[in-house]
């Protein structure tokens, strides 16, 4: 019962001493401006009902002054502000031109309603000289991974609220080789590595501007890993191309030798337009930066094999079919030498002798009866004689004839009677007394 009576009395003062408890007037979020500029600033719930009197007014940290007032349809400005003011009595707004660094502070509005009641609110306003002449200052000597240290610092002028760091446009952080300074101006980067290079961005900023500027480095490393890519077999008469490649900034000068000698090759690349025996070999590349001073190299085996590169079938080569030619060739020399010493040194005619003379004993039974006709062809003969040599020309016919007989495989003829005493094997002639 108590608590009723009390909010009772409270809800039946409120119209009656509104004039003392106020309306509070609501404003967006304190304001910023640049010197030079203007900023508006304005209630964001103005009374619907008619003011009999507006009035803004500025206080900074030491003093309190009175802007502008209106009332009864007649404006007032304070001399201080002449010229750079102006006020709309729909939203109660002021907008302040040409500002200055003094002008920052707070400022208040309060309204005199028709109704009697009295409304305020209040609001800051924080002024900022703009960001100008931003640079950066960089080293200018050259850097070399793991021996040189990097110190990059800002300038600017205007109000700087923060400084931003980035690389490539991603955030710049401290780390154990990356330091800032206390007020966020310069970093020292030490020793640099390769990771450091890149684009770093410096950015000056305050709520009103900002101005970003930009410096690179390169950080200088290798030659390492070198390596060569090609072929290691490749075939007699081809095209071949050694490519070698190093990680290096700058990039990297080369050289070659082949077989321990320098050549005269100075790209990256080494190329045998048609290839012989004489480029199987060891070739080395050798990597070198001229900002390091330092180098180092590579070593790549090629065999060159004895096959064809341009028939696509496999074929003998050129020096091949030269090489099987010679052969042939003091081959028949060969042959046609030991002929022609044999036939000299009569080792031939021996031979068939000796051939002969086996056939004969495989045919003696069969040469047995042409004695006996040699000797019935002596004794018919006209006178009665007949010469040694006419005996052994018939002979030796009959020889011949059957010493076919017995190649063409008469060798079954029965054997004939044994010649009479006194006739000699080797001999048609009758055996002289």
């Known amino acids: 019962m108590i608590v009723s009576r009390r909010l009772y009395w409270t809800l039946w003062m409120l119209p009656c001493f509104g004039q003392y408890f106020g309306q509070y007037l609501k404003f967006p979020d304190p304001a910023n401006g640049a010197v030079g500029e203007s900023v508006v600033l304005a209630p964001d719930n103005p009374p619907s009902s008619t003011s009999i009197q507006s009035q803004w007014s500025f206080t900074s940290t030491s003093t309190s002054t009175l802007i502008i007032t209106v009332a009864s349809g007649v404006t007032t400005v304070t001399p201080a502000y002449e010229g750079r003011v102006s006020f709309d009595s729909n939203t109660l707004a002021l907008e302040l031109q040409n500002l200055r660094l003094g002008d920052t502070g707070k400022y208040k509005l309060s309204l005199t309603l028709s109704a009697g009641d009295i409304l305020t609110g209040e609001t800051s306003l924080q002024v900022f000289d703009k960001i100008s002449n931003v640079s950066l200052i960089g080293p200018e000597e050259s850097l070399i991974e793991g021996n040189s240290t990097?110190?990059?610092?800002?300038?600017?002028?205007?109000?700087?609220?923060?400084?931003?760091?980035?690389?490539?446009?991603?955030?710049?952080?401290?780390?154990?080789?990356?330091?800032?300074?206390?007020?966020?101006?310069?970093?020292?980067?030490?020793?640099?590595?390769?990771?450091?290079?890149?684009?770093?961005?410096?950015?000056?900023?305050?709520?009103?501007?900002?101005?970003?500027?930009?410096?690179?480095?390169?950080?200088?490393?290798?030659?390492?890993?070198?390596?060569?890519?090609?072929?290691?077999?490749?075939?007699?008469?081809?095209?071949?191309?050694?490519?070698?490649?190093?990680?290096?900034?700058?990039?990297?000068?080369?050289?070659?030798?082949?077989?321990?000698?320098?050549?005269?090759?100075?790209?990256?690349?080494?190329?045998?337009?048609?290839?012989?025996?004489?480029?199987?070999?060891?070739?080395?590349?050798?990597?070198?930066?001229?900002?390091?001073?330092?180098?180092?190299?590579?070593?790549?085996?090629?065999?060159?094999?004895?096959?064809?590169?341009?028939?696509?079938?496999?074929?003998?080569?050129?020096?091949?079919?030269?090489?099987?030619?010679?052969?042939?060739?003091?081959?028949?020399?060969?042959?046609?030498?030991?002929?022609?010493?044999?036939?000299?040194?009569?080792?031939?005619?021996?031979?068939?002798?000796?051939?002969?003379?086996?056939?004969?004993?495989?045919?003696?039974?069969?040469?047995?009866?042409?004695?006996?006709?040699?000797?019935?062809?002596?004794?018919?003969?006209?006178?009665?004689?007949?010469?040694?040599?006419?005996l052994y020309v018939n002979q030796s016919q009959s020889e011949n004839n059957d010493y076919e007989n017995v190649k063409h495989g008469f060798s079954n003829r029965p054997r004939a009677p044994t010649p009479p005493p006194g006739i000699k094997h080797s001999s048609c002639a009758p055996a002289r007394k």
């Open 150 to 390: 990097a110190n990059i610092t800002s300038e600017g002028t205007g109000s700087v609220t923060s400084v931003e760091w980035m690389i490539d446009n991603s955030p710049l952080s401290p780390s154990n080789h990356i330091i800032f300074s206390p007020d966020n101006r310069s970093v020292s980067i030490s020793p640099v590595q390769r990771s450091d290079s890149g684009e770093y961005q410096c950015t000056y900023r305050n709520p009103v501007s900002s101005e970003t500027v930009k410096h690179s480095l390169i950080i200088n490393y290798g030659p390492e890993d070198v390596s060569i890519e090609g072929p290691n077999e490749v075939n007699l008469g081809v095209r071949v191309s050694l490519s070698c490649s190093a990680n290096s900034v700058p990039s990297a000068s080369f050289s070659w030798r082949f077989n321990g000698t320098v050549t005269n090759v100075t790209t990256h690349t080494f190329t045998i337009e048609k290839t012989d025996f004489t480029h199987s070999g060891d070739y080395e590349c050798t990597a070198s930066n001229s900002v390091t001073n330092s180098s180092a190299s590579q070593r790549h085996a090629l065999l060159v094999e004895g096959k064809s590169g341009g028939g696509g079938g496999g074929g003998l080569t050129t020096g091949a079919i030269v090489g099987i030619v010679i052969g042939v060739l003091v081959a028949v020399a060969g042959i046609c030498g030991l002929i022609f010493y044999l036939i000299k040194t009569k080792k031939i005619p021996k031979i068939n002798e000796q051939q002969k003379g086996q056939a004969s004993g495989a045919a003696q039974n069969i040469q047995e009866p042409h004695y006996e006709r040699t000797l019935d062809f002596q004794m018919t003969s006209g006178d009665g004689n007949m010469s040694e040599r006419d």
